[in-house]
């Protein structure tokens, strides 16, 4: 168990929806990171908040969108869903300058019928 | 050309044998080399991450770093069924604000 927690585990929902996935970074952490994770894609960085503020950004669509709170939880929205969104979205943490020390957490299955 | 390259296999070998890893890269400015673990859809696992170019062991894991060759390996001992699992290999510079760029992913599977 690396600490960080995700909700929901698993998420269904139709076309053209908008959802929101959750992340509850390790406790201390200060920085946390969103991935997208598909078959054919791999692992695709999307954004990274550090305290609370956007930090850096991938290859995150306008579609979506995503803030961490003062309480470092972090959301992450997606909004005008395609097909083509459904994957594993994974969040992150790490403690404060060591991105290269990311411990992930379980991961959203994100399906769009 | 990906800025990481890794064979996604599978490889497939027997129990107690020696497995290696790689990863090529062509962004000269990584400085941090990470490898993760990752059970089938689940959340990858860090299992040790170097600074430059050399060598750091954790127990049956060893990483390798040759910075000159842009090129990085793990490498399991006595690996063992439960080690069954892809792996991912990963890298970011130093310094500000940026982010991971990690390999596809090679699969293993060690048969006992």
């Known amino acids: 168990d690396s600490g960080v927690t995700q909700t929901p585990k698993h998420l269904i929902t139709a076309t053209g929806q908008r959802v929101t996935l959750r992340c509850s970074p390790r406790?201390?952490?200060?920085?946390v990171y969103w991935y997208q994770q598909s078959l054919d894609q791999g692992l695709q960085f999307l954004i990274q908040?550090?305290?609370?503020?956007?930090?850096a950004k991938g290859n995150i669509l306008e579609r979506f969108s995503a803030q961490q709170f003062p309480d470092l939880h972090s959301e992450l929205n997606l909004s005008s869903l395609e097909l083509g969104d459904s994957a594993l979205y994974f969040c992150?943490?790490?403690?404060?300058?060591?991105?290269?020390?990311?411990?992930f957490g379980p991961g959203t299955r994100l399906t769009v019928t | 050309q990906k800025e990481v390259e890794q064979d996604p296999g599978p490889l497939s070998v027997p129990e107690g044998a020696i497995v290696s890893l790689n990863c090529t890269y062509s962004n000269s400015a990584f400085q941090y080399f990470m490898w993760y673990r990752q059970y089938s859809r689940k959340g990858p696992e860090l299992l040790m991450y170097t600074y430059s170019s050399g060598n750091k062991e954790d127990g049956r894991f060893t990483a390798q770093v040759d910075k000159s060759s842009k090129y990085i390996s793990l490498f399991i001992r006595d690996s063992q069924p439960s080690d069954s699992a892809t792996y991912l290999c990963a890298m970011i510079g130093s310094g500000g604000y940026q982010k991971v760029t990690f390999g596809t992913g090679t699969k293993l599977q060690v048969i006992p």
């Open positions: 406790s201390g952490d200060l920085s």
């Open positions: 908040y550090y305290n609370g503020e956007e930090r």
């Open positions: 992150a943490s790490s403690p404060a300058g060591t991105s290269y020390e990311q411990y």
